[in-house]
């Protein structure tokens, strides 16, 4: 029974995080379709993370790293094939990327302190600084890049 607040979060992370992320993807404009495809990565690997902690199988948190990776670079493809659409309407992503590093830290600082010092808490350290980081330039991809000169004021 020591696993089940882990698989609660997880539960509650998949449906408050990733039932949304999904029916954004699924519908509305572009802009908004390609921020919730990178949210619904972000979520899924989280909850690997909880899973990983709840069911005690240490396998979930290598998912977690291959998806880590692997989530926001199809992030980037997509912000370079639609580029001329997304440049025309860009997606308001800067505050999906500052909840994406609240709720990222929010998952990982209790995984790490559960786990104790070891090769899990590098792990775990790893996959938060590679989902925080990630959905930072994704974030930055989406929205054109930095601000120019005029739009800054």
Known sequence: ?????????????????????????????????????????????????????????????????????????????????????????PPRVRGAALASGVLTVAVVVPLCVANGPGRALVKLLVVGALLVGGNVVASVALGGGEPKEAERG
């Not at 949304?20 to 899924?44: D, E, F, K, S, Y």
């Not at 909850?47 to 396998?59: C, D, E, H, N």
């Open 1 to 89: 029974m020591t696993g089940l607040p882990w698989l609660a979060a997880a539960f509650a992370l998949l449906v408050l995080g990733l039932v949304p992320a999904l029916a954004g993807a699924a519908t509305g404009p572009l802009r908004r379709r390609v921020a919730a495809q990178n949210t619904a990565t972000l979520v899924v690997c989280l909850v690997f993370l909880l899973l990983a902690q709840g069911y005690g199988r240490p396998s979930y948190v290598d998912l977690a790293l291959v998806l880590a990776l692997v989530g926001p670079a199809g992030t980037l493809v997509y912000a370079r094939l639609l580029a001329a659409d997304l440049e025309r309407d």
